[in-house]
């Protein structure tokens, strides 16, 4: 039961924050400040969700830095600025992280 009133407040109050936005911007116009804050939002949330992954790992005292897959992430993020190809960068990432983690 507890789920679902959580549910129905969360689902109210995305509501209200969506009517709101919606209410005080004119229609088919947002402000420039938004249009560029925008921009920054996806490599936002990508460097969110590969970060912890890349620095942490799970050993045995709980987590710890990996060495291993900072170096990778290092390199993978390197390769992808000079090159500006997510496969060369995923497949140079993985291939050290693959490597380091065998020696």
Excluded: D, H, Q
Excluded at 8 to 29: D, H, Q, R, S, T
Excluded at 42 to 64: D, F, N, Q, R, T
């Amino acid at each position: 039961m507890n789920f679902y009133i959580l549910f129905g407040v969360v689902a109210v109050a995305l509501l209200v924050i969506k009517g709101l936005f919606l209410c005080f911007v004119p229609f088919g116009k947002i402000p420039p400040f938004f249009e560029r804050s925008f921009r920054y939002i996806p490599p936002a949330v990508l460097a969110a969700l590969i970060a912890p992954s890349v620095l942490y790992a799970k050993g045995p005292a709980g987590l710890e830095i990996s060495p291993a897959r900072l170096i990778a992430g290092i390199a993978a993020f390197a390769v992808a600025m000079k090159t500006r190809n997510i496969l060369v960068a995923i497949a140079t990432g993985m291939t050290l992280l693959w490597t380091f983690s065998f020696i």
